[in-house]
């Protein structure tokens, strides 16, 4: 099985990791020769790990010109040979007519924007609205930075003009992600919150919301 990725660029499509791997163990096989000889399995098998990436395209609706991307970045695109690849990818949009809209609500890994290389500490999450604004006008980098206990902000999402720009909710977002998937009984909020570790202030911030949690719980299991 192959999946066939499009370029954001050139609309080339070419042909990248598979979705799903089967991988078995490696046995001898037995050849019917008079000799019976057995075909030495391999000494190493090496599993390629598929790496599932979000992207959001927006299209003209009659020529299908690429107008905006919206890049909800993961782990893999903060670091190593991921973030080459994305660091390449955002170079070529950003010498486009594309707008781009990145997503990082990931505390760990290298933030890819050179723009972003002199954020305050209390950037947990970067959100960065990068517009077009014409050949003779270059391009805007509006830029968010979100403290974990901060509320999530409403974005513009850039358009073609004469087209204004269309207000997303992150919140909203966000929100109804979590619900559909389940996360308010799939997570367990009293284990230790996975690395990098947390700012003192969000540590403060972080025991006393899982305490409050955890006494309105048990004051819901003594009513009933």
Not at 2 to 29: G, H, L, M, N, Y
Not at 69 to 81: A, D, F, H
Not at 154 to 160: S, T
Request: charged share 25%; hydrophobic share 40%.
């Amino acid at each position: 099985m192959q999946t066939v990725f499009e370029d954001a660029d050139t609309f080339k499509s070419f042909a990248i990791i598979p979705d799903v791997t089967i991988a078995r163990e490696a046995q001898a096989v037995y050849v019917a020769t008079s000799s019976d000889v057995a075909i030495t399995p391999p000494p190493m098998r090496r599993t390629l790990v598929p790496t599932k990436l979000r992207t959001v395209q927006i299209h003209l609706t009659k020529s299908k010109e690429l107008i905006t991307v919206i890049e909800i970045l993961s782990p893999y695109n903060k670091r190593g040979e991921g973030l080459d690849e994305y660091r390449h990818k955002r170079s070529r949009l950003l010498n486009s007519q594309v707008h781009l809209v990145e997503l990082d609500l990931l505390r760990g890994g290298t933030r890819p924007g050179r723009e972003l290389d002199d954020l305050p500490r209390d950037a947990d999450y970067v959100c960065v609205v990068n517009c077009y604004r014409g050949a003779n006008s270059g391009r805007d980098s509006d830029i968010w930075t979100i403290a974990l206990n901060a509320p999530l902000p409403v974005l513009p999402i850039p358009l073609r003009a004469p087209d204004a720009d269309v207000p997303f909710s992150l919140r909203a977002a966000i929100n109804a992600v979590y619900a559909r998937a389940g996360y308010a009984w799939r997570i367990n909020y009293a284990e230790s919150v996975p690395p990098p570790e947390l700012r003192a202030a969000m540590r403060a911030w972080a025991a006393e919301l899982i305490a409050n949690a955890t006494r309105d719980a048990s004051d819901v299991k003594q009513e009933k």
